[in-house]
């Protein structure tokens, strides 16, 4: 039972366009949600999260936006860099102990 | 701040072989996971500890996997016998308490296990 999914595995991008990666989820009891980037042969970072009661959250180019009523989350980056290249995770957490469950991935390849 | 640690970061073994990892967390972290990454698939969550107690391990396989969490520091995971399929980086995570907004979880580079 995939409870969140990340239907494009990858996507390419010129530099200095937007990159949008989107999320979708089917747990409604997600508070919480987060997006992490992967490096090759590196462990996930942390990115950008965003709480279930906002819709919106920005830090530099990073944006993430929330619709709660289509269980549907998105990433943009904007502008895209070619150090932006990587592996993306969607990732929601639920319950009083947090449990943290991760999407299968985008990965994302900005094109100098 | 020091990461998370994991160690080893590589290993090799034959099928039916045991292994061990080790991770340490980020100082104060309480919560402490592991996850399983496939090649191509996202992070699995295989235990999850709180302090010394496990609070999630549904997704653990029992018959061969088994995590402890020491004096609420330190964690090592092992599988015992390992099967093909167990090929995959395992990955240590931690994060603190008490829950809120911005809370996160931090990631260790992770071991690589390749079973032949």
């Known amino acids: 039972d995939q409870q969140v999914k990340q239907n494009s595995p990858s996507l390419s991008v010129q530099e200095g366009r937007i990159s949008i990666l989107n999320c979708d989820y089917t747990?409604?009891?997600?508070?919480?949600f987060l997006w992490y980037k992967k490096y090759p042969a590196e462990g996930p970072t942390f990115l950008i999260s965003?709480?279930?009661?906002?819709d919106k959250n920005e830090d530099g180019r990073f944006t993430v936006f929330l619709n709660k009523s289509a269980k549907h989350l998105s990433l943009h980056i904007v502008p895209s860099q070619p150090g932006d290249s990587a592996v993306y995770f969607c990732?929601?957490?639920?319950?009083?102990?947090?449990?943290?469950?991760f999407g299968t991935g985008t990965k994302l390849q900005v094109i100098p | 701040e020091a990461g998370v640690a994991q160690s080893p970061r590589y290993k090799i073994i034959e099928k039916r072989q045991s292994v061990a990892f080790w991770c340490n967390p980020i100082s104060g972290h309480a919560t402490l996971y592991w996850y399983q990454q496939i090649l191509g698939q996202g992070p699995k969550l295989l235990i999850q500890f709180q302090n010394n107690g496990v609070v999630d391990d549904s997704q653990l396989p029992k018959d061969r996997f088994s995590a402890e969490r020491l004096k609420g520091v330190d964690s090592t995971l092992k599988i015992q016998p390992a099967k093909l399929e167990d090929s995959a980086v395992y990955l240590c995570a931690s994060s603190s308490l008490p829950r809120g907004i911005g809370n996160t979880i931090y990631f260790g580079e992770g071991s690589w296990l390749t079973v032949v």
């Open positions: 747990n409604s009891m997600f508070d919480y």
């Open positions: 965003i709480s279930s009661i906002k």
């Open positions: 990732a929601a957490r639920s319950g009083g102990y947090q449990k943290v469950t």
